[in-house]
T-cell receptor, first 117, second 112 residues
């Protein structure tokens, strides 16, 4: 079974500062994908960044980067230069490829990020 | 633009009165998923379809059913909603395998 753990229920950051949101995962499958999503209060799930288990480089997308440490089974999200609009719930999620799961996504409990001016 | 559309955005239903939530997609994706997300919790997968192949999660209550009449549409039926079924319901699509996901904006269900 797959498990995703986000140990920070809430995080605070000053505008323009960087922040790291933690995520650890557990799976015995060698092929998997890790995702980060942002969910504002309106409820939609916004894709931020993806890391495949065989990717050699850490993923980056604009102000978002993923600190992937495979041996430690961690996939932390780094947001640089925080903006007020970054205040939201952030979810780490994992998909295991293969089998009959058709790629279902398992989510962590989420971290609420608040950006202060 | 290709997208996933959920209707309605907000739904109020009476305790015990059947309700149907709908999801449509213009992406022609094979897989459609329904997630339930209660307040301040992680989304929880209820079931998913790969084409017409239905996959129910083991802990999804019998009160929840789903239909996929064609590639574009998928419905979530709650036969007898209880107060505990109040939640955000998220629909997502994917081509399956290692592909990414596209989420709809969700339907927020209130049970009175």
């Amino acid at each position: 079974a797959q498990k995703i753990t986000q140990t920070q229920p809430g995080m605070f950051v000053q505008e323009k500062e960087a922040v790291t949101l933690d995520c650890t995962y557990d799976t015995s499958d060698p092929s998997y994908g890790l995702f980060w999503y942002k969910q504002p209060s309106s409820g939609e799930m916004i894709f931020l960044i993806y890391q495949g288990s065989y990717d050699q480089q850490n993923a980056t997308e604009g102000r978002y980067s993923l600190n992937f440490q495979k041996a430690r089974k961690s996939a932390n999200l780094v947001i640089s230069a925080s903006q007020l609009g970054d205040s939201a719930m952030y979810f780490c999620a994992m998909r295991v490829v293969g089998g009959t799961s058709y790629g279902k996504l398992t989510f962590g409990q989420g971290t609420i990020l608040t950006v202060h001016p | 633009d290709a997208m996933v559309i959920q209707n309605p955005r907000y739904q109020v239903t009476q305790f015990g009165k059947p309700v149907t939530l709908s999801c449509s997609q213009t992406l022609n994706h094979n897989v459609m998923y329904w997630y339930q997300q209660k307040s301040s919790q992680a989304p929880k997968l209820l079931f998913h379809y790969y084409d017409k192949d239905f996959n129910n999660e083991a802990d999804t209550p019998d009160n929840f059913q789903s239909r996929r009449p064609n590639t574009s549409f998928c419905f979530l039926d709650i036969r007898s909603p209880g107060l505990g079924d109040a939640a955000m319901y998220l629909c997502a699509t994917s081509r399956g395998g290692a592909d990414g996901y596209t989420f709809g904006s969700g339907t927020r269900l209130t049970v009175v």
